[in-house]
């Protein structure tokens, strides 16, 4: 499976972003997706996870109520749309595909720059 992630760039505080991730090369409905960020200089940390199916999502608690995501499973992609954005979202996003019963991720998109900065 092969991830694109696309939709970054630089927005000022209190904006808006939607990322998104498209995959090929596999069964798309075989995995959760899942959202992670890399700040420079810090581990990476996880963003929001939705199932298989869409039906349901999980999100970090830093970011809680500033992120929705979702997937389209016709469309083999999953989108992260992010409002409110704070300098501290500044990141590289990555997606990331988890199979059924896996307990690690098991492939990765090449990662997106976000930019939050007046």
């Known amino acids: 499976v092969q991830l694109q992630a696309s939709g970054g760039g630089w927005v000022q505080p209190g904006g808006s972003l939607k990322l998104s991730c498209a995959a090929t090369?596999?069964?798309?409905?075989?995995?959760?997706m899942a959202w992670f960020r890399q700040a420079l200089g810090k581990e990476r940390e996880f963003v929001a996870l939705?199932?298989?199916?869409?039906?349901?999502?999980l999100t970090a608690a830093s970011m809680k109520g500033r992120v929705t995501m979702s997937r389209d499973n016709d469309r083999n992609t999953v989108s992260l749309q992010m409002n409110n954005l704070k300098p501290e979202d500044t990141a590289v996003y990555y997606c990331?595909?988890?199979?059924?019963?896996?307990?690690?991720?098991?492939?990765w998109g090449q990662g997106t720059q976000v930019t939050v900065s007046s």
């Open positions: 990331a595909a988890k199979a059924i019963g896996g307990t690690a991720y098991d492939y």
């Open positions: 939705i199932s298989r199916l869409g039906a349901d999502t």
């Open positions: 090369g596999g069964t798309f409905t075989r995995y959760a």
